[in-house]
């Protein structure tokens, strides 16, 4: 688009003032800023309430009981669907590891003890063991951010990818939504630049097609994508009995889930509301929904560990609806009026995200899927205590893996 039909564009918006200094700008200042502007997704910053009407009810589930009952009939479905395939694994990996003490994407940091083992080094492991385990073939998709996609790609490549097909591996960047301040209106990070921030985990898909990879997917017959963080260590990946679990049970997604600890754990849960598939934050239970128990065991017990299953076309069906976007306060530095910086002491800003678990209650329908916390669940979140470095290296070890 040109300046005159740009500056139509804002005006019809409202949001004329992010050309405030635009003849300041040098050459390639003023392209990097319109190009910036003719890319802004409106509907990034256009709330739209999600429609969470309705009683909360418990979900019904595979438990890992069943699951080892069904085992080899759930393999069998699974593994076929690999070696069509027909299944590609998403890495959400736009996240840096500053809680971990890093300057680096998360998935850069070393977690081993006795050797070097980074956290990309394990999924990428894990997937090797899945296509040797079922003679598959399963593409890699690895969402990135725009503050560590070229330093994450050269990792992989410096590295050799691991062992893994560079010709099964391909890069994406997550989409970035406009921080706006109170009243609505756009905010300059610079004078020739919106501040932006990434769109929510949420933004998994829509990214994705921005990014021409759903159309390469669709050439290599792909139905499945399987979403997971990065995270999680011992994260099971184009798990066959996850695929063939979902696939015999009819429904077109699926997530992973593990028996809450306790009534008071802080995790996410599984349900129903409204007679669709949602994710309940541990707040939003009353005290005696969270504690209601049968048989004694926990009603609400499925807290989720961000590995979804999603049947594509069912994504491409949804993907004209608006996700509800979640608004967030946050402090966000910006260039006023008079083109100073300002660095603000509060929250000034609303930041927009969209959110993994909209799509899985959008898709209508999700199965439970229970797997062991110990074998399964090693989240990276912390230097030390729960959920840390500290933990996700005692499980690892526990399941037999040198570090």
């Not at 009981?65 to 069509?84: A, D, H, T, W, Y």
């Not at 590609?88 to 300057?103: D, F, I, K, P």
């Not at 099971?236 to 015999?248: C, Q, Y």
């Amino acid at each position: 688009m040109e300046y005159i039909e740009i500056k139509q564009l804002l005006e019809e918006k409202g949001q004329i003032q992010l050309l405030r200094f635009y003849d300041k700008l040098d050459d390639k200042e003023k392209s990097v800023l319109l190009n910036q502007i003719e890319n802004i997704d409106w509907n990034s910053i256009s709330p739209e309430e999600a429609d969470e009407e309705g009683e909360i009810e418990p979900i019904e589930g595979v438990s890992c009981q069943e699951i080892r009952k069904n085992s080899e009939m759930f393999f069998k479905i699974g593994s076929e669907q690999l070696k069509s395939g027909k299944v590609a694994a998403v890495l959400l990996a736009g996240g840096q590891g500053t809680r971990l003490g890093s300057s680096l994407p998360k998935g850069m940091f070393d977690i081993g003890i006795n050797a070097t083992k980074y956290i990309f080094e394990f999924h990428i492991e894990n997937l090797k063991k899945v296509c040797k385990d079922t003679n598959g073939k399963v593409p890699l998709l690895i969402m990135t951010s725009e503050k560590n996609d070229s330093v994450t790609r050269e990792f992989f490549a410096r590295h050799n990818y691991f062992g893994y097909p560079k010709e099964d591996i391909y890069f994406y960047v997550q989409d970035m939504a406009p921080a706006t301040d109170f009243e609505g209106r756009v905010l300059l990070e610079e004078k020739g630049k919106i501040a932006l921030s990434p769109n929510g985990n949420g933004g998994w898909f829509s990214s994705l097609v921005r990014a021409g990879l759903l159309d390469k997917m669709e050439e290599r017959k792909v139905e499945w994508f399987n979403v997971f963080s990065v995270d999680n260590v011992l994260q099971h990946i184009a798990d066959p009995l996850f695929v063939g679990a979902t696939i015999a049970n009819n429904c077109q997604c699926g997530s992973k889930v593990v028996k809450k600890t306790c009534p008071e754990e802080k995790v996410g849960v599984l349900c129903l509301k409204g007679g669709r598939p949602h994710v309940v934050e541990y707040y939003e239970l009353s005290s005696e929904m969270a504690n209601e128990k049968i048989d004694g065991e926990l009603v609400y017990k499925y807290g989720v560990i961000l590995n979804y299953l999603f049947n594509v076309n069912r994504l491409k069906e949804i993907a004209s609806k608006n996700i509800p976007l979640h608004i967030v306060k946050k402090k966000v530095e910006y260039i006023d009026e008079n083109g100073e910086k300002v660095i603000p002491e509060r929250e000034n800003a609303y930041k927009y995200e969209t959110l993994i678990l909209d799509l899985v209650r959008l898709m209508g329908q999700c199965l439970p899927y229970e797997v062991e916390r110990e074998k399964e669940f090693a989240p990276v979140k912390n230097r030390t205590g729960v959920d840390s470095v500290d933990s996700a290296r005692e499980l690892l070890q526990k399941n037999g893996f040198s570090i």
